[in-house]
């Protein structure tokens, strides 16, 4: 299971801390990202870390503004999200999948696993 925590409303300019405590399920052993969806656009992977050759990928639209990373004693992942726009409002989800080997692939491909994400409103 994976659950998120830490969205809310923040104004433009401002910086958000997602984390996803996993339970049930040892992250050390999965690719792992975060993605998001707004109302009316599909799911994009917007960060995503590779266990198996610690790699990282982000898209153009938050690279330099959000960064992924893991605290394995606490089988946590967190997004620090930096410099927020209006057009990163999206329901935020954390992901893990073990059939992938690479971050591009895992913030491309459908991830297996799945929380139940959290909303994210910048807006002044």
């Known amino acids: 299971q994976l659950v998120e925590s830490g969205g809310g409303l923040v104004h433009p300019g401002g910086s958000l801390r997602l984390s996803c405590a996993a339970s049930g399920r040892n992250l050390d052993y999965y690719e792992i990202g975060w993605f998001r969806q707004a109302p009316g656009t599909e799911r994009e992977g917007v960060a995503c870390?590779?266990?198996?050759?610690?790699?990282?990928y982000y898209p153009d639209s938050v690279k330099g503004r959000f960064t992924i990373s893991r605290d394995n004693a606490k089988n946590t992942v967190y997004l620090q999200m930096n410099s927020l726009k209006p057009e990163d409002t999206a329901v935020y989800y954390c992901?893990?999948?073990?059939?992938?080997?690479?971050?591009?692939?895992?913030?491309?491909?459908?991830?297996?696993?799945w929380g139940q994400g959290t909303q994210v409103t910048v807006s002044s």
């Open positions: 992901a893990a999948d073990d059939s992938v080997s690479t971050a591009h692939d895992m913030c491309t491909l459908p991830p297996l696993y």
């Open positions: 870390f590779s266990t198996y050759d610690g790699s990282s």
